[in-house]
């Protein structure tokens, strides 16, 4: 079935630091994929959003791009600061159910 | 500009007692809805989609039930509540059902079953 996968369960940086968080699906069509960030108790938002007619989203400083070769869609930062402490979440578009697979979450920590 | 309210923002149930859970959205006509289940430390699992008033999909069986009476409501119920329904409760909403279309989610509802 479809599926997306996050290896890293937790991550922990300094500010100013480079951030890479891996995300691989695995669908039988091309899928839109997402990114959604969580706060500690609140609800995911939108971090950003990637078709294959865009390839690459960008957003508040991160970006991850859609390669179909590899079928991943890593994010990445810069420089990440404090404020940047969450979950972060690889979404996979589920088709015309409205159905979004969620991967198990990354939590970042990023220390001053 | 649409805004999505839950209730209540949280709650502490005994096991067999009954359970409903409500959300609204405010701002969007028509507008796709879905309820979404956490457990504690874990991902998200869709649970049911609705795409107009009287008709909702169930995604996973967990022994709730979905039910959306207007047009901007959507609950989420079950007569008797089991300890593995604890966790966070998520509404969203979408324009489209097509999978390009982004989900936004409310604030949600922590429920913890004893």
């Known amino acids: 079935g479809d599926s997306v996968t996050q290896m890293q369960g937790q991550v922990t940086l300094s500010e100013d630091d480079f951030l890479f968080i891996n995300c691989t699906y695995s669908?039988?069509?091309?899928?839109?994929l997402f990114w959604y960030v969580q706060y500690p108790g609140e609800g995911p938002q939108l971090l950003l959003k990637?078709?294959?007619?865009?390839n690459k989203g960008i957003s508040r400083g991160f970006e991850a791009t859609y390669d179909k070769g590899t079928t991943s869609f890593h994010l990445q930062k810069a420089s990440v600061q404090e404020s940047d402490s969450a979950v972060y979440y690889c979404v996979l578009g589920g088709g015309n159910t409205g159905k979004l697979i969620f991967g198990l979450g990354t939590t970042l920590q990023v220390q001053p | 500009a649409q805004t999505i309210h839950q209730w209540p923002v949280a709650e502490i149930k005994a096991v067999g007692s009954p359970l409903s859970l409500g959300c609204t959205i405010k701002?969007?006509?028509?507008?796709?809805l879905y309820w979404y289940w956490q457990a504690t430390g874990g991902t998200l699992q869709q649970l049911f989609y609705s795409i107009t008033v009287g008709q909702v999909e169930s995604v996973v069986q967990l022994n709730l039930s979905a039910s959306r009476p207007k047009d901007d409501q959507f609950i989420l119920s079950t007569e008797k509540l089991l300890l593995s329904h604890s966790g966070f409760y998520l509404c969203a909403w979408s324009l489209d059902l097509g999978d390009q279309d982004t989900q936004y989610f409310g604030p949600g509802t922590r429920l913890l079953v004893l």
């Open positions: 990637v078709t294959t007619a865009n």
């Open positions: 701002g969007k006509s028509s507008p796709n």
């Open positions: 669908t039988t069509w091309y899928p839109t």
